[in-house]
T-cell receptor
Framework: DAGITQSPRHKVTETGTPVTLRCHQTENHRYMYWYRQDPGHGLRLIHY???????DKGEVSDGYSVSRSKTEDFLLTLESATSSQTSVYFC??????????????FGEGSRLTVL | GDSVTQMEGPVTLSEEAFLTINCTYTATGYPSLFWYVQYPGEGLQLLLK?????DKGSNKGFEATYRKETTSFHLEKGSVQVSDSAVYFC???????????FGTGTRLLVSP
């Protein structure tokens, strides 16, 4: 199994507070992603990274920022959490090349509740 | 933009029944196609994939064939088990963008 750790796994917070979710990998994969999963929407891409300090927006990036200062860590920050950001957040990693090129490996998810 | 459409769930079957979950896609170029599975309380994991037209992906008794002419990648299994109960996601990857696009997922419930 791919070494991906998300923290925290569960968090309850209040509207307006900042929240940071962390994704840590031990696979040295170049690409890292943050998705959110909501009923009726499947998984939607928030942000992704294609290298250290190289990031880009996904389809639902408003209200979120990311940072990647090291290959192994990809942080997702909600500057001021809102109830609409209550969701389950998944980190994923991938490589372009090799026998498993293009395949995404997912973490176990972080459940965030914004009251 | 690229998109994936899956049949609505839940799909409810008895053990040993035949399974089909429909998936169609819209994409530019020649994407790779995937089925991911999510068991309760877990993250997604790859079930099978196909990288070009007419390829058949298979794993754990599941199969899907990449049909370019009908832009489809339907998931099938001849005899489902209770342990197959999960949410199944169809997805496509346009390599140039390295971003996976997911369908909304189809929940499968298999009863003994």
């Amino acid at each position: 199994d791919a070494g991906i750790t998300q923290s925290p796994r569960h968090k309850v917070t209040e509207t307006g507070t900042p929240v940071t979710l962390r994704c840590h990998q031990t696979e040295n994969h170049r690409y890292m992603y943050w998705y959110r999963q909501d009923p009726g929407h499947g998984l939607r891409l928030i942000h992704y990274s294609y290298g250290v300090k190289d990031t880009d927006k996904g389809e639902v990036s408003d209200g979120y920022s990311v940072s990647r200062s090291k290959t192994e860590d990809f942080l997702l920050t909600l500057e001021s959490a809102t109830s609409s950001q209550t969701s389950v957040y998944f980190c994923a990693i991938s490589e372009l090349i090799g026998p498993r090129g293009g395949e995404l490996f997912f973490g176990e998810g972080s459940r965030l509740t914004v009251l | 933009g690229d998109s994936v459409t899956q049949m609505e769930g839940p799909v409810t079957l008895s053990e040993e029944a035949f399974l089909t979950i429909n998936c169609t896609y819209t994409a530019t170029g020649y994407p790779s196609l995937f089925w991911y599975v999510q068991y309760p309380g877990e993250g997604l994991q790859l079930l099978l994939k196909a990288t070009k037209a007419d390829d058949k992906g298979s794993n754990k008794g599941f199969e899907a064939t990449y049909r370019k002419e009908t832009t489809s990648f339907h998931l099938e299994k001849g005899s489902v088990q209770v342990s197959d109960s999960a949410v199944y996601f169809c997805a496509l990857l346009n390599t140039g963008f390295q971003k996976l696009v997911f369908g909304t997922g189809t929940r499968l419930l298999v009863s003994p």
